[in-house]
């Protein structure tokens, strides 16, 4: 599929310069619309560790042309390792099945990179740091931001995040707020020279494989990022500091010690390999389906509408996909009258998939943190039996899930939904003259 260029070029303001953010930018930007793009961290830069891209992201990469760059220093995963958390016995291997594409692990900051190099050096999008959005007006659009100043488009797409301004504006009340779930992660990652010298560790670095190590509560999922030269470590555990904000902060080294106490070695000697005294830790949060994610010509996109749980490493690839949506229905209108129409779309082509996706991740969590009895001895047995082709319990490693997962098209769904809605758009008119 060749990038429809815009028939009617827009003025879109984008909310954010997150993944999603910067996705849209790309994307839209290509297309010939023009882009200015608010934020309001001082500058420019992702945080966090490892991230997947999966098949599906993947696709819509190489169609932007940012590929080469991911490839430049992404890892392509060939195996899926789980293990068991106690002694780390092998439960399974799922490979990767390539029909839909690699699956391939990057650092997040590399991504990000990617994706912002592409976007700025086009001349039609600009970001504005230090841009801090307190508040949209939907007809005529317009976003305000703390500073005073009021920008004006032909539509806004907030990638604004989990705790999203626009997002209460839009929906006028304050039934989005965020909820912890009562999860948090540690994120880890350890330079190749310090793994080395252990011939297990070594092991694990230099093979094109993610573990997943399974337990009461908790799971560990873990893989080499910049060309083996980093090693990534997610390790989800209950949240021990009950409700609250949802937040990026540090933690004692001292707490992730105490919560893998007891784990497979290999555990105990990733951990054992932190040098700081801290940890980034994650708290994970979500909010409910919202009843709506477009108002006029706004809308909302990533995080914004649907956070989720990263257990199957969806959260990226949903907003990224949002993106693809946006920027192909928005390139399909023929005249700003049906802005309006191409949101509907969007949000016609997006919600169900995204809000499955997210549940996905919620189930997910119940069958890796299974507490060890009846229940979780029936799961490994399944997986034990899963080599012989049966349904994986794991969602992420499960074949069936992988090609509802992987073998989704977002600008193709985007586009027949666009076609379906034209043509009843259109019987519609004929049937009234
Ligand atoms: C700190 C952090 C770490 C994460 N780590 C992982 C991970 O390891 N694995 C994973 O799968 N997912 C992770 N996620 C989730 C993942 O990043 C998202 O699912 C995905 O990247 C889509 O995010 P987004 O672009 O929608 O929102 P975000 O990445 O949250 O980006 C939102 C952007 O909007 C900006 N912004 C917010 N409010 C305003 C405003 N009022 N005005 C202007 N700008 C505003 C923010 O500064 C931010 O740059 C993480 C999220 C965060 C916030
Ligand atoms: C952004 O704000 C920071 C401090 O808050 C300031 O140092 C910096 O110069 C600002 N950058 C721009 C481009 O306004
Ligand atoms: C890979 O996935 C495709 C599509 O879902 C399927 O037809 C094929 O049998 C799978 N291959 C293997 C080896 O599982």
Known sequence: MGLTRAKVPLDVIVVGVGLGGVAAALTLGLRGHNVIVLESAPKLMEVGAGIQVSPNMLTLLDRWGVSPSI???DVSLERIHIRRWQNGQLLGTMPVNKTHGQQVVIHRADLHKSLADSALALPNVELRINSTVSGVTFSPVSVSLTTGTVITGDVVIAADGIKSTVRGHLLGDG???PIPTGDA?????????????????KRLIDEPAATRWIGPARHIVAYPLRKHELFNVVLVH?????????????SPKQSMVDDYCGWDPVVTKLIGLVSEEEVPEWKLCLHRPLKTWTRGCVALMGDACHPMLPYIAQGTAQAVEDAAALGILLSSIST????????????????????TVQQSGSDNRITLHLPDGPQQEARDKQFRACRLGGTNPDRWSDP?????LWGWDAEKAALQAWDERRGRVLREMRHRL
């Open 336 to 355: 700003r009258s049906e802005i309006p129409l191409a949101l509907k779309v969007y949000e016609k082509s997006r919600k169900r998939r995204a809000e």
């Open 400 to 404: 069936e899930m992988q090609q509802y």
């Open 185 to 201: 992660a540690y994120r880890i990652t350890l330079p190749r020279s310090t793994m080395e010298r252990d011939p297990d560790l």
């Open 238 to 250: 209950p949240d021990r500091r009950g409700v609250g904000e949802c937040w990026t902060t540090r």
């Open 175 to 177: 039934s989005s707020s």
């Open 71 to 73: 490839h430049a220093r």
